[in-house]
Protein backbone atom coordinates (compact mmCIF):
# COMPACT_ATOMS: atom_id res chain seq x y z
CA UNK A 1 0.00 0.00 0.00
CA UNK A 2 1.02 3.50 -0.81
CA UNK A 3 -0.40 7.02 -1.34
CA UNK A 4 1.51 9.73 -2.33
CA UNK A 5 1.89 12.73 -0.60
CA UNK A 6 2.34 16.71 -2.59
CA UNK A 7 5.79 17.57 -2.35
CA UNK A 8 5.39 20.81 -1.28
CA UNK A 9 7.82 20.78 1.74
CA UNK A 10 11.49 21.13 1.98
CA UNK A 11 13.86 18.28 1.38
CA UNK A 12 16.64 17.29 3.95
CA UNK A 13 19.84 17.39 2.41
CA UNK A 14 23.57 16.70 3.01
CA UNK A 15 23.80 20.37 1.96
CA UNK A 16 21.02 21.95 4.19
CA UNK A 17 22.49 20.15 7.27
CA UNK A 18 26.18 20.76 6.45
CA UNK A 19 25.16 24.47 5.79
CA UNK A 20 23.02 24.69 8.98
CA UNK A 21 19.98 25.81 7.00
CA UNK A 22 18.13 22.84 8.87
CA UNK A 23 19.31 23.91 12.20
CA UNK A 24 17.69 27.23 11.48
CA UNK A 25 14.17 25.71 10.47
CA UNK A 26 14.08 23.98 12.75
CA UNK A 27 14.47 27.01 15.44
CA UNK A 28 12.41 28.71 13.45
CA UNK A 29 9.24 25.90 13.67
CA UNK A 30 10.06 25.59 17.80
CA UNK A 31 11.66 29.09 18.85
CA UNK A 32 12.11 27.94 22.72
CA UNK A 33 13.81 24.85 22.04
CA UNK A 34 17.56 24.76 22.99
CA UNK A 35 19.74 23.25 20.64
CA UNK A 36 23.06 21.98 20.36
CA UNK A 37 26.20 24.51 19.15
CA UNK A 38 28.56 22.56 16.68
CA UNK A 39 31.39 22.64 19.46
CA UNK A 40 28.87 20.41 21.47
CA UNK A 41 28.13 18.23 18.75
CA UNK A 42 31.76 17.69 17.94
CA UNK A 43 32.48 16.93 21.77
CA UNK A 44 30.04 14.53 21.54
CA UNK A 45 31.14 12.61 18.62
CA UNK A 46 34.42 12.76 20.04
CA UNK A 47 33.16 11.22 23.11
CA UNK A 48 31.51 8.36 21.18
CA UNK A 49 34.28 7.59 19.35
CA UNK A 50 36.80 7.31 22.26
CA UNK A 51 34.07 4.70 23.70
CA UNK A 52 33.81 2.65 20.37
CA UNK A 53 34.74 -1.01 20.85
CA UNK A 54 36.43 -1.39 17.67
CA UNK A 55 38.79 0.07 16.00
CA UNK A 56 38.68 0.50 11.93
CA UNK A 57 35.48 1.76 10.28
CA UNK A 58 32.33 2.91 12.23
CA UNK A 59 28.79 1.61 12.03
CA UNK A 60 25.29 3.70 12.14
CA UNK A 61 22.09 1.85 12.91
CA UNK A 62 18.98 3.07 11.30
CA UNK A 63 15.47 2.64 12.46
CA UNK A 64 13.54 5.62 10.60
CA UNK A 65 14.27 8.20 7.95
CA UNK A 66 18.12 7.19 7.86
CA UNK A 67 17.13 4.36 5.97
CA UNK A 68 15.47 5.75 3.12
CA UNK A 69 17.59 9.08 3.32
CA UNK A 70 20.89 8.54 4.96
CA UNK A 71 22.65 11.33 4.01
CA UNK A 72 25.90 10.37 4.36
CA UNK A 73 29.07 8.75 2.50
CA UNK A 74 29.35 5.06 3.63
CA UNK A 75 30.73 1.89 1.85
CA UNK A 76 28.62 -0.85 3.04
CA UNK A 77 24.90 -1.72 4.08
CA UNK A 78 23.49 -4.53 6.17
CA UNK A 79 20.68 -5.44 7.41
CA UNK A 80 20.73 -6.01 10.94
CA UNK A 81 18.44 -6.53 14.87
CA UNK A 82 18.81 -5.00 17.70
CA UNK A 83 17.53 -6.80 20.87
CA UNK A 84 16.22 -4.59 23.94
CA UNK A 85 14.75 -1.24 21.83
CA UNK A 86 11.99 -1.15 19.48
CA UNK A 87 10.72 1.55 17.42
CA UNK A 88 7.78 3.75 18.25
CA UNK A 89 6.67 7.22 17.41
CA UNK A 90 7.75 8.70 20.59
CA UNK A 91 8.81 11.71 19.80
CA UNK A 92 6.70 15.35 19.21
CA UNK A 93 8.34 17.31 16.16
CA UNK A 94 7.20 20.51 14.96
CA UNK A 95 9.46 19.98 11.64
CA UNK A 96 7.27 17.48 10.51
CA UNK A 97 4.22 19.17 12.40
CA UNK A 98 3.41 23.00 14.23
CA UNK A 99 3.04 24.63 17.29
CA UNK A 100 -1.13 23.53 16.92
CA UNK A 101 -0.72 20.13 15.85
CA UNK A 102 2.94 18.73 16.25
CA UNK A 103 4.08 15.45 14.06
CA UNK A 104 5.66 12.12 15.57
CA UNK A 105 8.63 11.06 14.58
CA UNK A 106 10.01 7.58 15.43
CA UNK A 107 12.92 6.79 18.08
CA UNK A 108 14.18 3.51 20.15
CA UNK A 109 12.39 2.96 23.22
CA UNK A 110 13.48 0.30 25.52
CA UNK A 111 12.41 -3.41 25.40
CA UNK A 112 11.71 -6.05 22.64
CA UNK A 113 13.71 -5.96 19.09
CA UNK A 114 14.64 -3.87 16.08
CA UNK A 115 15.42 -4.60 12.49
CA UNK A 116 16.85 -1.83 10.32
CA UNK A 117 19.87 -1.35 8.12
CA UNK A 118 23.19 -1.07 9.56
CA UNK A 119 25.89 1.41 7.46
CA UNK A 120 29.55 1.22 7.33
CA UNK A 121 31.27 4.17 7.24
CA UNK A 122 35.38 4.52 5.92
CA UNK A 123 37.31 5.08 9.13
CA UNK A 124 39.33 8.06 7.33
CA UNK A 125 35.93 9.98 6.61
CA UNK A 126 34.28 8.69 9.99
CA UNK A 127 34.07 12.20 12.07
CA UNK A 128 33.31 14.31 9.43
CA UNK A 129 29.76 11.38 8.19
CA UNK A 130 29.25 11.93 11.74
CA UNK A 131 28.85 15.48 12.00
CA UNK A 132 25.97 15.22 9.24
CA UNK A 133 24.46 12.58 11.15
CA UNK A 134 24.84 14.59 14.75
CA UNK A 135 23.80 17.68 12.84
CA UNK A 136 20.62 15.91 11.90
CA UNK A 137 19.38 13.52 14.97
CA UNK A 138 21.36 16.03 17.60
CA UNK A 139 20.29 19.28 17.51
CA UNK A 140 17.36 18.97 20.18
CA UNK A 141 18.73 16.93 22.31
CA UNK A 142 15.53 14.18 22.33
CA UNK A 143 17.80 10.99 21.59
CA UNK A 144 20.54 9.50 23.09
CA UNK A 145 23.55 7.87 21.04
CA UNK A 146 24.27 4.67 21.94
CA UNK A 147 26.65 1.56 20.89
CA UNK A 148 24.32 -1.33 20.10
CA UNK A 149 24.92 -4.38 19.31
CA UNK A 150 23.60 -5.35 16.22
CA UNK A 151 22.65 -9.05 14.86
CA UNK A 152 23.33 -9.53 11.00
CA UNK A 153 23.51 -12.09 8.44
CA UNK A 154 27.36 -12.06 8.25
CA UNK A 155 27.99 -11.53 11.78
CA UNK A 156 27.29 -9.25 14.78
CA UNK A 157 28.77 -5.81 15.27
CA UNK A 158 28.52 -2.86 17.47
CA UNK A 159 26.97 0.13 15.41
CA UNK A 160 25.96 3.90 17.09
CA UNK A 161 22.16 4.23 17.36
CA UNK A 162 20.00 6.90 18.54
CA UNK A 163 17.80 5.85 21.53
CA UNK A 164 15.11 7.89 23.15
CA UNK A 165 15.91 11.00 25.48
CA UNK A 166 13.15 9.95 27.90
CA UNK A 167 13.53 13.51 29.98
CA UNK A 168 13.29 15.33 27.18
CA UNK A 169 9.98 17.74 26.59
CA UNK A 170 9.66 16.25 23.51
CA UNK A 171 9.38 12.77 24.61
CA UNK A 172 5.85 11.86 23.81
CA UNK A 173 5.58 8.26 25.73
CA UNK A 174 3.10 5.26 24.78
CA UNK A 175 0.51 7.25 23.08
CA UNK A 176 -3.04 5.82 22.78
CA UNK A 177 -3.10 3.87 18.93
CA UNK A 178 -5.91 6.13 17.74
CA UNK A 179 -4.00 9.20 19.05
CA UNK A 180 -1.20 8.49 17.18
CA UNK A 181 -3.06 7.68 13.68
CA UNK A 182 -4.83 11.14 13.91
CA UNK A 183 -1.44 12.77 14.71
CA UNK A 184 0.47 10.97 11.44
CA UNK A 185 -2.67 11.16 9.12
CA UNK A 186 -2.97 15.11 9.89
CA UNK A 187 0.48 16.69 10.77
CA UNK A 188 2.82 18.55 8.43
CA UNK A 189 5.24 20.71 8.89
CA UNK A 190 8.64 22.23 7.53
CA UNK A 191 9.75 18.93 6.16
CA UNK A 192 6.88 17.38 4.96
CA UNK A 193 3.77 15.58 6.28
CA UNK A 194 4.15 12.60 9.15
CA UNK A 195 2.76 10.56 7.05
CA UNK A 196 5.24 10.57 4.36
CA UNK A 197 7.84 9.71 7.04
CA UNK A 198 6.07 7.11 7.67
CA UNK A 199 5.40 5.26 4.40
CA UNK A 200 8.65 5.93 3.34
CA UNK A 201 10.07 3.57 6.04
CA UNK A 202 7.85 1.23 5.83
CA UNK A 203 8.42 0.78 1.73
CA UNK A 204 11.99 0.80 2.11
CA UNK A 205 11.75 -1.91 4.98
CA UNK A 206 9.80 -3.82 2.34
CA UNK A 207 11.92 -3.06 -0.15
CA UNK A 208 14.96 -4.61 1.99
CA UNK A 209 12.88 -7.68 2.89
CA UNK A 210 12.25 -6.65 6.74
CA UNK A 211 8.94 -6.53 7.73
CA UNK A 212 7.68 -5.18 10.73
CA UNK A 213 4.05 -5.94 11.30
CA UNK A 214 3.24 -3.13 13.71
CA UNK A 215 4.57 -0.46 11.45
CA UNK A 216 2.52 -2.11 8.43
CA UNK A 217 -0.77 -2.22 10.36
CA UNK A 218 0.05 1.99 11.22
CA UNK A 219 0.32 2.27 7.88
CA UNK A 220 -2.78 0.42 6.85
CA UNK A 221 -4.84 3.03 9.61
CA UNK A 222 -2.93 6.06 8.62
CA UNK A 223 -4.29 5.74 4.91
CA UNK A 224 -7.65 4.76 5.51
CA UNK A 225 -7.96 7.48 7.98
CA UNK A 226 -6.88 9.77 5.33
CA UNK A 227 -8.87 8.62 2.47
CA UNK A 228 -11.96 8.98 4.71
CA UNK A 229 -10.71 13.12 5.57
CA UNK A 230 -10.20 13.70 1.97
CA UNK A 231 -14.18 11.59 1.02
Same mark, same amino acid.
Given at each position: ????????? +?? %??? #????????? @???? &?? $?????????????????????????????????????????????????????????????????????????? +?? %??? #????????? @???? &?? $?????????????????????????????????????????????????????????????????????????? +??????????????????????????????????
Amino acid at each position: MSRAIPPNS +LT %LTR #EGILSDSIR @ALVQ &AA $DPDVKLSTPEERSASIRAMLAKRPDSGDVWLFAYGSLIWNPLIHFVEKRTGQVRGYHRRFCLWTRARGTVEQPG +LV %LAL #ERGGCCHGV @AFRI &AE $DSASHELEVIWGREMLTGAYAPRWLQVKTAEGPLKAIGFVVNRTHRAYAGKLPDEHVIATIAGARGPLGACATY +LFNTVARLEELGVRDHRLSQLRHHVAAKMDKSDA
